[in-house]
């Protein structure tokens, strides 16, 4: 074993002993029962660790070192800077959901994967809703209202309010045994007492909560260049992001004058919008019926090479997750485990929504827009990407990686989709055009929110003039922002680097005259497996695994 495969193995050890929960749902069963130390002392040591381990990561030279060695050195030392560069702001402090995310996904992952007999699922089950407690005390004592700021709160009481109802009422059915599931109800009862005290003290600390959700510039330009390997600061960033939305205007602009004689594309999707399935389960429906015709595609044409015995399942998103992700999104197999079953979770609505509102929700998931989510989400978006590269990655891509590949990547397929004719109405075109110009919006407000240049309610404005949301979804979205910076600018950052990647990629096998759509589909295909298979790098470090360039 090399110097570098032990550090390696030292590093992903300390990771799963201060996170069990994740190593738990990268399949490894031992951690089942545990949930993580979430006190103050915890979250100091894991900075002192995060120091650490990056000076021994820098401290490794590359001699010796084949290129992937050397990349699997750069991917900790990008991550590890990343969490030096933002430990002085102490999410810890300001976010609940630190606390409330773990023990729901937690004991979500339990039955979703069921890894284990179900006896064995319960104990480790009741184990965990035992700690739940203790963890939410911890969150009690850490949220600051000094520094908490009121939305970023409220975004985790919601989800505290749907957790209560989870470990109570839901989390017992899904057990069979009559006394394993009277044991779960007892223990969620427990749980479900200490998630409504948790409630009550959120209801509080967001009345009382004065503090700043502006993550500054210093940070957020750092964390483009020493984390995720890109060559641009925040403003630079944010004048690419204006670039592209003007673009992206004009080429739909153009689209909607030859299919409908009005350059007004946000008057024809609106009007598109209203042809959307009329109930969750219509929605469900649609959406498993464009994943499978995703992925026939893929057959068809040989984009990508399709791993034997993968499969897709089309779900409703877990109820707990309801009241913070009205969104489409994906949770793979765990990644230490040879499960190839991905679970795609359509956004159903929280418990309690009214039926004006819920149809409200259904129109932002038309039959002419389901096709490009499906395929952001499954073929050959997520689901295919993180199935095949836990193929082929190493031990330590598979745990570590960054948003700006894993959700550049789902937004350049569905860029190659179009390209290849996958849409074939200009509505299905339109909208997926919409949904990239939507993260060209992102981009402007997320970079100018935390530069100081927008305030919310600019935010909000800015996202309701440029796109066609709706205000109560402008203002999730940018709230969205503030919670979580930096992730925002991902989806369509990464994409731009992708394409950028394939640009230089085509160039260098000799094709870079020919346009991609007309290019070999083999030498795309080896393109996409090559790239896919690098893991979820930062953008520069996954372009040298495709290019086979030196440190």
Known sequence: MTELQQLIDGFLENEFETSPVLASGLGLTEYDHRLDDLSAESFAKR??????????FEAVPDDGLDADGRIDRDLAIAMLRGRTITADW???????????????????????????????????????????????EQGRQNIDPSVAHPLIVERGLASAKAGGRYVRDLLPDEVADP??????????RRAGEAFDAWVEHLDTVRQEATGEWRFGEERYTRLLREKE???????????????????????????????????????????????????EEDMRVAYADWTERSRQFLVETGLVTLPEGDACVVEPSPVFQRPVIGVASYMSSPAFTDKLLGHFFVPFAPDGTPAEELQKRLAANSHSGIPTTAVHETYPGHHWHITWSKMHASR??????????????????????????????????????EATLFRAARIVVDTSLHLGDMDFEQGVAFMMEKTPLPEPTARAEVGRYCWWPTQASAYLTGCL???????????????????????????????????????????????????????
Not at 179 to 188: C, I, N, P, V
Request: aromatic share 8%; proline share 6%; glycine share 8%.
């Open 396 to 433: 330590i891509r598979l745990v570590l990686g960054t948003p700006y590949f894993s959700e550049g990547w789902a937004l350049y397929a569905e860029r190659v989709m179009r390209e290849r004719g996958f849409f074939t109405d200009p509505l299905q075109e339109l909208q997926h055009l």
């Open 90 to 136: 102490q999410g810890w402090k300001r976010d609940p959901l630190t606390y409330t995310s773990p023990a729901l996904g937690g004991l979500f992952g339990l039955f979703l994967h069921r890894l284990r007999p179900e006896a064995e699922l319960v104990d480790a089950a009741i184990a965990r809703l035992e700690e739940i407690p203790r963890a939410l």
């Open 47 to 56: 900075d002192a660790d995060a120091t650490d381990w990056l000076d021994r």
């Open 229 to 279: 390997n890109l060559p641009y600061d925040a403003r630079s960033l944010r004048d690419r992001g204006q670039a592209e939305y003007d673009r992206l205007d004009a080429e739909m602009r153009a689209l909607c004058l030859e299919a409908r004689g009005t350059e007004d594309w946000r008057t024809v999707l609106h009007e598109a919008n209203e042809d959307h399935p009329r109930t």
């Open 497 to 551: 680097e992708i394409l950028r990647i394939r640009e230089r990629y085509l160039a260098e096998s000799g094709v870079g005259d020919i346009p991609p759509a007309e290019v070999d589909v083999a030498t795309m295909r080896e393109f996409h497996d090559r790239l896919a298979a690098s893991g979820r790098l930062p953008l520069g470090l996954a372009e040298r695994a495709v290019m086979g360039d030196p440190a």
């Open 179 to 188: 006394d394993a599931q009277k044991r779960m109800r007892e223990a969620g």
